[in-house]
């Protein structure tokens, strides 16, 4: 598993003050309120930030980091992803998972033929959408709903029912 988590992307500055623009990619927008660092990663390794304030606007977070006091500064920022410390994370509701913890896990059916692993998991409002990829490149998308998902053994593998019409 790893030790830090994306929560999300630094996309413009805000104000000539050093505030910085961030897509969060949480369920919850609000837990940006109970962060008091974070972590930026760049090209050349990983640099924390202090948080001095959050604010939100139009469903995106609005964060002052310490020692970025200049547009100049925040606009060095744009465009890098946030993370946090695994122990910084917000605990789960039991059947739910960190989508870091799911990318790469082999994925079967529930009679036993290997499908691929998990390439990528995407929200479309309603449900989570599941894309594995088996060795040829070939990509099945599933829906992330009770009747398809059986079995998630995070460190090992997922076991899916295919309904018909999936594949």
């Avoid at 122990?87 to 009679?111: K, M, S, W």
Wanted: no cysteine; aromatic share 8%; charged share 35%.
């Amino acid at each position: 598993m790893q030790k830090r988590l994306e929560i999300g992307q630094i996309v413009n500055t805000f104000g000539i003050k050093g505030e910085v623009k961030v897509k969060p990619f949480t369920d919850d927008i609000n837990r940006f309120d109970e962060l008091k660092k974070v972590y930026v990663k760049t090209k050349t390794g990983i640099k924390q930030y202090k948080i001095e304030n959050v604010k939100y606007h139009k469903n995106m977070v609005l964060l002052k980091l310490e020692g970025i006091n200049r547009i100049e500064d925040a606009e060095l920022l744009r465009n890098l992803f946030l993370e946090i410390d695994r122990e910084d994370a917000i605990p789960l509701e039991e059947g739910t998972y960190f989508i870091a913890d799911l990318i790469g896990l082999e994925v079967y059916t529930d009679e036993g033929k290997l499908l691929g692993k998990v390439e990528d998991i995407y929200n479309t409002g309603s449900n989570d959408i599941y894309v594995v990829k088996d060795e040829l490149g070939k990509q099945i998308l599933l829906p992330g709903i009770k009747d398809v998902i059986k079995e998630v053994k995070l460190d090992e593998k997922i076991i899916v029912h295919l309904l018909q019409g999936l594949v």
